[in-house]
């Protein structure tokens, strides 16, 4: 037979290409996308045997459709050759990934993520010895768990030895997590006339002329046509039959007919190869015995074999092409593939494969097999592997006789759904969002779960009233789910710039909750939702907290709600713990959302390392799990500190992009931090004008970037551009207020912010004591704070040609700022030094500067001791990758060992 890779010539030197660079220690991937029977899998073919032949190593799996709904499926086949490398993992490792895979205890916290992070370690170790082709078949049937792992690991493999090759059908990749991956797509097109002819005239040379015309116009390019049309054709008369007919549809009936002329026991041993999810040829066997009632052996299957409709070898057994396995599924009725499915599930070997067949040769309702799908959805949840939990949700759905526990598991399955999966939700809250079958409670939070997807909506307020009012009007029906909606809604509450009578509204229904006093997460609730009114309460529940103590969840909430009455100090004690125990389960879903807390905490204590790190890791990790509100605030957090280090520009983009974006999604209260980081740009270029307008937005109701609860951020810049443009008296009302507010709530940002400033306002007689009273106030944990009462203090004692006592704080401002890397400020208190008369050396910028957020994130962890491969594990990147960013830090910080990068990190790290 000819070769199927005529015409080929371009995709196979891509191909060559890829693997050549690999090879050479490029990583790399390629996503082959086509018609069915384009020749995907051809292609496939040649890169393994090409890839053979240069020395790499072949590890590929391939999706099947009956295969979807079964976790880590895929996996399954990808690591077979790997198993040697499985034996060397080290023992927890190696015990999530058989935990995953459900050879293992519960698997719980077996995460995709996570066992994305020691697949890309196996690869990595494998890759000592020889490069790997690593190869996806049919990615449009992977399961959903597969899919997560294999785009986690492609996107790290761009310093490894390692080529990844997909093939998949255009038309059905639509929420696939690997379309979202960082691939080089190559679409494999129809042959043209010429190439379409050459195969041909190769496959069949004697074919008659009008039935080679027939032929040639049938296949339209398709190889897979070019080459199986012709075993079938006797005269142009058969063409014509289903001329008609697209060109799918034309082979699956061709297979069909092909499939229908073999021994009886071949066509059921070809169906049960057609419905099951595992390619066993012991398993088809027995199946196949087991529905004929006599032994069927591998002579049974050798006709099937001759006419070219499967292959076998090394015990495995698949179709030559997905069409076939179509054709022959499709030629059955519903009730012998349910039957051949309640064989397999007697003689399927793992209790997961055992329960999908059972419930797929249901025919109507089943309770007993619901609820069994259930007990595995929730086994399957705690492996982190949420969508295959939706997916035994909706199967449980479909079975279940009682109407109402039909509704409740399709909403458990949205929600599991929403927690790992978004790109898979939009259909089911489309259907349920508004459905009066679904309960009220359910209801509002489906329409939470809808606002999230879309970057483009805000429910914002309104959608905290109508919580409320549900929950007032329902909620002792549902409490539970009415604790869960309101503890969901939190963080939308603080952002959502209530009035008082929407807060009033909207703590009422809180109130309402069946929740003891004493109930940590009473406190949380109300405290997010009115932050000025319950604040001081939170603050003393949290001074009895510990970081660890509790859940990972409940810290992180703790986390939240300290930074949201401005207790950052509290706030970044327990995210550094979260963040770590989040890293170590691969919670992916709640990390961005910490990192970003984290990086904000930054901002404001002057972590300026941290914020960095923490803001660009967040956005990466919140475009992987498409979480474009939680990307967009990381970004604005690096921004604030680009700003203070100087990159005006680069700020004001960021907040331009942003402020697009929040104004198509009429989240106005979000705005806010577009206007801090214009402000802080402002005085970072010298013009105080531009961030005092900025910053003053964020105070007024009507300025469109108005938050009550975020306006503690930007009031120590606000005062410093006031006082620098002589428009202190239009702040005096804002200062008063604030001050008034930071002595009713106790909030430590408030406080330290509005003591900061507040000798801006006293008159000259009464100066120097307000600044001494704010140095003494106990600034140590703010160092913005600190370094504005130091530069203002000097540049006042200067004006009053007091030079000589100038100096001391303008040298202990410019020294803080100099740490800080906030060079605008530095060179502020520099001209301010120089006015009195001493010499200050011209500033130069920090070499860490000169670092992007993942190299100073690499940088610093580098500095602490930690190996390359602990790098990795903690940044989820492979150690190849690690090596090649310190390859590039060491020249740009001018050091050539790690003791001197640690001196290099830790002289300009100031207070991160």
């Known amino acids: 037979m000819a070769s199927a890779l005529v015409g080929r010539a371009a995709e196979i030197s891509a191909l060559m290409e890829a693997l050549s660079r690999a090879i050479g220690g490029e990583g790399g991937s ?22 053979v032949r240069h020395g790499a190593r072949v590890v590929g799996c391939a999706g099947v459709p009956s295969g979807r709904g079964r976790a880590y499926g895929g996996l399954r086949q990808l690591l077979h050759p790997l198993r040697p490398e499985i034996g060397a993992l080290r023992p927890a490792a190696r015990q999530v990934l058989l935990a995953a895979l459900g050879d293992g205890a519960d698997g719980a916290g077996t995460t995709p993520q996570r066992v994305g992070l020691i697949l890309l370690q196996l690869l990595t170790d494998a890759t000592q010895q020889d490069p790997i082709l690593l190869s996806a078949d049919d990615v449009q049937w992977l399961d959903d768990a597969t899919c997560q792992v294999l785009a986690f690991v492609v996107r790290r493999l761009t310093d490894d030895p390692v080529l990844f090759v997909a093939a998949a059908r255009s038309t059905d990749l639509a929420g696939n997590p690997l379309t979202e991956s960082q691939f080089q797509v190559l679409p494999v097109a129809p042959l043209d006339d010429r190439d379409a002819a050459d195969l041909l ?10 039935v080679r015309a027939h032929v040639l116009t049938a296949a339209a390019g398709n190889p897979l046509a070019l080459t199986e049309l012709p075993l079938v054709v006797r005269d142009e008369r058969d063409l014509l039959v289903t001329e008609e007919l697209p060109l799918t549809e034309r082979l699956a009936r061709t297979f069909g007919d092909r499939a229908a002329g073999l021994p009886a026991a071949t066509r059921t041993l070809l169906l049960v190869i057609a419905i099951n999810d ?3 040829v012991a398993e088809a066997l027995t199946a196949a015995g087991e529905i004929t009632g006599t032994p069927v052996t591998l002579d049974d299957l050798a006709p099937a074999e001759l006419a070219g409709l499967v292959r076998s070898g090394d015990g495995r057994i698949g179709f030559r092409h997905p069409l076939m396995r179509t054709a022959v599924e499709r030629s059955a009725t519903p009730e012998r593939r349910r039957a051949v499915h309640a064989v397999l599930a007697r003689v399927a070997d793992d209790e997961e494969r055992v329960l999908w067949h059972r419930a797929s040769s249901v025919a109507g309702t089943d309770e007993p097999v619901a609820a069994s799908l259930e007990r595995l959805a929730e086994r399957t949840a705690r492996r982190g592997v949420g969508v295959a939990a939706a997916r035994a949700l909706e199967r449980a759905a479909e079975l279940s006789p009682d109407p109402n526990e039909a509704v409740r598991r399709r909403v458990a399955a949205i929600h599991a759904y929403g927690f790992f999966d978004s790109g898979s939700l939009v259909d089911f809250v489309t259907e349920y969002a508004d459905s009066p079958a679904v309960d009220p409670i359910s209801r509002c939070l489906l329409r939470l779960v809808r606002d999230s997807l879309s970057e483009d909506s805000w429910s914002g307020a309104a959608g905290l009233i109508d919580a409320a009012e549900v929950i007032l009007e329902h909620g002792a029906d549902y409490p539970d789910e009415a604790i869960n909606l309101i503890e969901l809604r939190g963080t939308h509450a603080w952002w959502s710039d209530l009035d008082d009578s929407q807060r009033r509204l909207v703590l009422r229904a809180a109130e309402s909750l069946p929740l003891a006093p004493g109930d940590i997460r009473r406190a949380i609730i109300t405290a997010r939702i009115a932050p000025w009114e319950r604040g001081r309460a939170m603050l003393a529940r949290l001074a009895e907290q510990t970081p660890g103590a509790q859940s990972v969840q409940r810290d992180l909430s703790l986390a939240e709600t300290a930074l949201s009455i401005g207790d950052a100090p509290t706030s970044a004690e327990f995210l550094r713990v979260v963040v770590e125990r989040l890293r170590a389960a691969g919670l992916f879903v709640h990390l961005p959302w910490a990192l970003v807390f984290e990086a904000w905490a930054g901002v404001l204590l002057a972590r300026h390392p941290t914020a960095i790190a923490a803001a660009g890791e967040a956005a990466r990790m919140a475009e992987e799990t498409s979480a474009p509100r939680w990307q967009l605030t990381a970004m604005l957090a690096s921004a604030m500190v680009t700003a203070r280090h100087g990159g005006v520009d680069e700020a004001r983009a960021v907040a331009d992009r942003a402020e ?20 802080t740009a402002g005085l970072a270029a010298g013009e105080p004008e531009i961030a005092c307008d900025a910053l003053l937005r964020t105070f007024d109701p ?3 970037a108005h938050n009550r609860n975020s306006r503690d951020w930007g009031l120590t810049d606000l005062m410093d551009a006031a006082a620098l443009t002589g428009r202190l008296d239009e702040v005096r009302a804002v200062h008063a207020e604030m001050s008034a507010l930071g002595a009713r709530t106790g909030s430590p940002l408030l406080l330290a912010s509005a003591t900061a400033s507040a000798p801006l306002l006293a008159t000259d007689d009464a100066a120097e004591a307000a600044f001494e009273a704010a140095l003494a106030s106990g600034l140590h944990d703010w160092p913005w704070q600190r370094g504005s009462v130091l530069l203002h203090y000097g540049s006042w004692l200067r004006r009053q040609r007091r030079r000589a006592e100038a100096r001391g704080p303008l040298r202990a401002a ?10 605008p400020w530095a060179e502020r208190a520099a001209e301010e030094l120089r006015a009195t008369g001493e010499n200050v050396a011209g500033l130069v910028r920090p070499a860490t500067h000169a670092l992007t957020s993942h190299e100073l994130q690499i940088a610093h962890l580098a500095a602490q001791g930690l190996t390359n491969r602990e790098i990795g594990e903690r940044l989820f990147v492979s150690p190849r990758t690690v090596r090649n960013h310190l390859y590039n830090i060491f020249p740009k910080l001018g050091v050539s060992s790690r003791a001197e990068l640690a001196e290099v990190v830790y002289a300009t790290a100031g207070n991160g």
């Open 30 to 51: 390629l996503l082959l996308v086509g018609d069915p029977g384009v020749g995907k899998s051809a292609l496939l073919a040649e890169a393994h045997e090409q890839a």
């Open 702 to 704: 009507d300025g469109g």
């Open 814 to 823: 410019y020294e803080l700022y100099r740490s800080l890397g906030a060079i």
């Open 278 to 280: 595992d390619d066993s």
């Open 201 to 210: 005239d190769a496959q069949a040379p004697d074919l008659p002329e009008l």
């Open 660 to 679: 697009a974006a929040l104004v198509r999604a009429g989240a106005t209260p979000l705005m806010a931090m577009v206007q801090l980081v214009r402000g």
